[in-house]
């Protein structure tokens, strides 16, 4: 049976770390009260001149180099971005142009941190409909520059960041097995930027309101992420028939390492077998997975037949799971 399978990774950061003692020297914040309440102890953010393209570029360039193919190989490029470029054309556009896939269609996912889940989830159908077919999915993101660096409940959270996967089909039960999506519109003011598009569209009001920045209820967010991580993890490992104790890894999206923690106590998951990289990044929204995922590839972690479970959460609010036999 051919399945879409994950035949290449890439991922990349900027050089720029910014940590949680260049934070205390910015807002009322502290070291300790930050890793303490998130587990983050540092982030990257790019310089000034610097777009979520350039980003996706360089980590599907380093997708295509493991894989051995061209970029002129791409059929699709699909970008989760909530930080693109620019509002048209498409991130994914800007990223086939610059990497030279010619033949490629590209368009982007807008769903919050579970961008990348559906990218994913794209690909899997596309490639169902035609296993020729070779996709490029990415998660990008340049949170730095929508975030509001004098609220401390939030600046401290985002970094910037960029991953891939290349996908194709193949024979045997090694890829996506399945994918899961969910969104709740009423929920939108946990996490939302108001400001720049139809509802408030710019404007020196917009401006001077400070509405082009990340909002955030954290206490409500959080309690609402704790609960859909969980569900929607259970919900993959009931559809493809197994347990928790089945699964080699859980990948979930690095927004908060209490977050994680609690989902995964509530579908009995053990902590040695998540896998976290937020100590270092901090949280960049629909790249935390492909990120992580590609960092595991790199060091030799993933082996083949692992099982590894997906999961995230994000504005919209969105949630998501995926699992894949590697």
């Known amino acids: 049976m051919i399945k879409p399978r994950i035949i290449a990774t890439g991922s990349y950061v900027p050089p720029k770390v910014l940590t949680n003692a260049d934070l205390e020297k910015m807002v009322d914040t502290s070291?300790?009260?930050?890793?303490s309440r998130s587990g983050i102890r540092e982030r990257r953010i790019v310089e000034r001149d610097v777009a979520t393209s350039d980003l996706g570029?360089?980590?599907?360039?380093?997708?295509?180099e493991m894989a051995g193919l061209s970029a002129g190989d791409l059929d699709f490029i699909i970008t989760g971005t909530n930080s693109p470029d620019m509002f048209f054309p498409c991130t994914s556009c800007f990223i086939q142009s610059k990497i030279g896939a010619k033949k490629a269609a590209g368009f982007d996912i807008l769903a919050g941190c579970t961008s990348f889940i559906h990218t994913l989830s794209l690909a899997d159908k596309f490639i169902r409909e035609d296993p020729q077919r070779k996709v490029m999915a990415l998660g990008a993101e340049i949170m730095s520059k929508v975030t509001d660096w004098k609220d401390r409940g939030t600046c401290v959270l985002f970094g910037d960041g960029a991953g891939a996967v290349l996908l194709t089909g193949e024979e045997g039960d090694r890829g996506v097995l399945s994918t899961h999506l969910h969104s709740d519109g009423s929920l939108w003011e946990l996490l939302y930027m108001p400001g720049g598009g139809s509802a408030n569209p710019s404007s020196h009001?917009?401006?001077?309101?400070?509405?082009?920045?990340?909002?955030?209820?954290?206490?409500?967010l959080f309690k609402v992420a704790v609960r859909a991580l969980a569900e929607v993890s259970q919900e993959t490992l009931e559809f493809n028939g197994l347990k928790s104790s089945d699964i080699d890894y859980m990948i979930p999206h690095q927004a908060n390492t209490r977050i994680i923690e609690a989902a995964a106590k509530m579908i009995n998951f053990p902590m040695e077998k998540v896998y976290l990289n937020i100590e270092r990044f901090g949280n960049t929204s629909s790249a935390t997975i492909p990120i992580a995922l590609d960092e595991m590839n790199r060091s030799g972690m993933l082996k083949p037949g692992n099982l590894i479970l997906l999961c995230s959460f994000g504005t919209g609010v969105t949630w998501g799971g995926a699992l894949i036999r590697w």
């Open 205 to 220: 009001e917009t401006v001077d309101k400070n509405m082009h920045c990340i909002k955030m209820a954290g206490n409500q």
């Open 57 to 64: 570029t360089q980590a599907a360039l380093s997708a295509l």
């Open 31 to 35: 070291d300790e009260w930050i890793t």
